[in-house]
């Protein structure tokens, strides 16, 4: 049910086909899918990483939206995810510079 609404499958289709995952609309093929997915290391923590950022502003809107009575679009949500993983993606380097930059340049090379 949850990707049957054309707003929330228009936001995780545009990660999911990013990350080179075939979106399901079913949420238990989705979740299948996510534990099986064959990518390599860094292709499979960008999947995971955009998972999260979509479940976690959906949800985050769906509140504002009751709660606030705020509304923003889609595209606006797709821009805030992006964000927030290129800024989780930059915070890896002061740990480890390799793999910020392996990772980011995954990320922007799928843009």
């Known amino acids: 049910m949850f990707f049957e609404c054309a707003y929330t499958w228009e936001i995780w289709t545009a990660f999911s086909r990013r990350c080179a ?9 989705t979740l299948l899918d996510l534990q099986t997915f064959r990518g390599t290391k860094h292709s499979r ?5 955009a998972w999260q950022g979509t479940i976690y502003f959906i949800w985050s809107e769906r509140n504002n939206r009751l ?8 595209q606006s949500i797709v821009s805030e995810i992006d964000r927030t993983i290129r800024r989780k993606l930059a915070s890896v380097r002061p740990a480890n510079p390799a793999l ?8 922007f090379s799928n843009h």
């Open 21 to 29: 995952f075939s979106p399901k609309r079913n949420w238990e093929e």
């Open 45 to 49: 923590t960008l999947l995971l990483l």
């Open 67 to 74: 709660h606030r009575n705020t509304f923003r679009s889609s």
């Open 100 to 107: 910020s930059s392996a990772l980011l340049q995954l990320w």
